[in-house]
């Protein structure tokens, strides 16, 4: 495991960053990681992990100070996310919720709107990011959720799926047309729909193949009454706020998947190093070696492509979002490689709950998935090749 032991000494963490590193690397194998098969076993929503978390004040790394926050780099969060990702992916997911959903908030949010909405998040309440629906998955213009004017509310009417944190959230970042902007792509807009608002409705949760830990829920609104006051930006701002939005969430998804990754990495090279077939350890195996050496490479360009766009982006840079795509879908697609072969590895063990390996298999496939599918990834790349 030197190569990652080096890739990690590269990362020249401050003092600061290495002390909360080395605090969420104790609470990750303490707590979360001893929690995560009873998780994914009962799919339980994890709120011993949850507080755990929140005891440590994660959720403060990005939010402004001015708004109860300790704000620490974007390259620190997507090393938390890794790292809680590793020892429970379905903790991970529901804590980089948070960041997804509250990230548009602090950039495009007004001052009083930041002042009233993000303490609660600040001090350890959930998040949930509302774009997807029936008719608009990969294709959000194609979401049907409307927002009216009235007075000095908007009022919502319509439903999402596969909302994570949709049933626990305390905030809720949703998309919806304007009804009085008649183009699809221009009406779009963005508010900030609060626990208990009356006519909000959690329809159904999903059982899920993976990250069963984390609620996956169906919504509907009917009548929701929420304050004009909540309307992140103008009117039709939405879509531009959705694609900085989704520039943001899908380096916290690679590095989620990373998380994953290295977990079921970390096993096959344990397992192997171990088990013994024609009176040789499986490691002894030329093919074996072949085997680890393409994914350790992988595993490492990938962590380092991310490690990349981290700095362009701590750095203030604004144009990221093919590096974005690429780094999703690398991080996404090395992560279901790396748990198959781990299963492969393992053998018939690798199929039985008993190892963990299985459940790495399937909580790595939505990585694929979400936060647009990896076809959606290499058609923007792709096409960032033609010439006009």
Known sequence: MKIFEALEQGRRWTEDERMLLAQVDRLAKEVIAPNAAEVDEKSAFPWANIKAINELGLNAIFVPEAFGGAPMSFKVYLAIVRRIAEACASTGIIYATNFHAMKPLIEFGSQEQKSRLLPCIAEGGLAALAITEETAGSDATGMRTRFRPDGDDVVVDGAKLFITNGDVADRILLFGKYSEID??????????????????????????????????????????????????????????????????????????????????????????????????????????????????????????????????????????????????????DVANRVATEAVQMHGGYGYCSDFRVERLMRDAKITQIWEGTNQVHRQLIGRSFATK
């Open 183 to 332: 183009d699809p792509r221009k009406a779009i807009s963005v508010l900030v729909l609060e626990k208990g608002t009356a006519g909000f409705e959690v329809a159904g949760l999903e059982r899920k193949m993976g990250h069963r830990g984390s609620s996956t829920a169906s919504l509907r609104f009917d009548g929701c009454r929420v304050p004009r006051a909540n309307l992140i930006g103008r009117p039709g701002d939405g879509l531009d706020i959705l694609l900085a939005s989704l520039n943001r969430s899908r380096p916290s998804i690679a590095a989620h998947a990373l998380g994953i990754a290295n977990a079921a990495f970390k096993d096959m090279v344990a397992y192997i190093n171990e088990r013994k077939q024609s009176g040789r350890k499986i490691i002894d195996f030329q093919a074996n070696q072949f085997l680890l050496a393409d994914l350790a490479s992988d595993l490492a360009m990938a962590e380092l492509w991310l490690d990349r766009l981290a700095e362009r982006i701590d750095a203030g840079e604004k144009d990221f979002g093919l590096e974005a795509s690429i780094a999703k879908m690398r991080a996404s």
